[in-house]
């Protein structure tokens, strides 16, 4: 008995070993398997396409997404500010969105944003939020009237804070200011009422 007890002993480690050994081979096997199923950060990166839920927006809301490394806006906008945008258009620079349409860097629209309102659903306007400029960021300033750096007819929209460059209701540039274009709309569709795919587009 006293030669047997070493035996089983250093067979019951050994077996212990071996499952452990064996387990955490599954593991690391199955882990790369199992990340598989997430868009890798490099897959978003090369423009991956990426839902964004729009459920709950309130009139005037704008909420911020994440496309190739840029922001993505995606504002609710209020029937007075859809009845505005026409009024802008004696001040605008392209107010029918022709300049640079095609340019190499531009990111073409969905055809069917190719109206006055620049979007799909005239309620829900989506933007690259980068000033056309120098890649600078805008702020939002949506309420209308007089206000620092701004006219006292202004009706809504963004003003990029390093050089003045402001745009409407649409991302539509003023006239004299440093940007030279409008704000990109990028290819985006609706997948139900409540959800965008920013990325995809449907075909016209």
Request: net charge negative.
């Given at each position: 008995?006293?030669?047997?007890?070493?035996?089983?002993?250093?067979?019951?480690?050994?077996?212990?070993?071996t499952c452990v050994?064996?387990?955490?081979?599954?593991?690391?096997?199955a882990y790369p398997?199992?990340?598989?199923?997430?868009?890798?950060?490099?897959?978003?990166?090369?423009?991956?396409p990426v839902e964004v839920d729009i459920s709950g927006m309130a009139p005037g809301e704008q909420r911020t997404a994440e496309w190739r490394g840029q922001p993505i806006w995606?504002?609710?906008?209020?029937?007075?500010?859809?009845?505005?945008?026409?009024k802008n258009d004696p001040e605008l620079a392209d107010p029918e969105s022709k300049r640079n349409a095609d340019g190499p860097d531009a990111l073409n629209p969905p055809f069917a944003c190719k109206n006055e309102w620049r979007s799909i659903n005239k309620e829900y306007l989506v933007l690259v939020?980068?000033?056309?400029?120098?890649?600078?960021?805008?702020g939002a300033k949506f309420a209308t009237?007089?206000?620092?750096?701004?006219?006292?007819?202004?009706?809504?929209?963004?003003?990029?804070?390093?050089?003045?460059?402001?745009?409407?209701?649409?991302g539509r540039v003023y006239?004299?200011?440093?940007?030279?274009?409008n704000l990109r709309v990028p290819p985006y569709k609706f997948l139900t009422a409540t959800r965008l795919l920013i990325g995809e587009t449907d075909k016209a």
């Open positions: 008995m006293s030669n047997g007890q070493p035996a089983d002993s250093s067979r019951r480690n050994w077996i212990i070993a050994a064996g387990g955490a081979a599954g593991v690391a096997t398997f199992i990340d598989s199923m997430e868009p890798s950060e490099a897959a978003k990166a090369a423009g991956a995606i504002v609710r906008r209020t029937p007075e500010m859809l009845a505005n945008l026409a939020g980068i000033c056309t400029h120098l890649g600078c960021s805008p009237g007089a206000q620092p750096s701004l006219p006292a007819d202004w009706e809504g929209g963004w003003l990029c804070p390093c050089h003045g460059s402001t745009f409407d209701m649409a006239k004299n200011k440093p940007a030279p274009d």
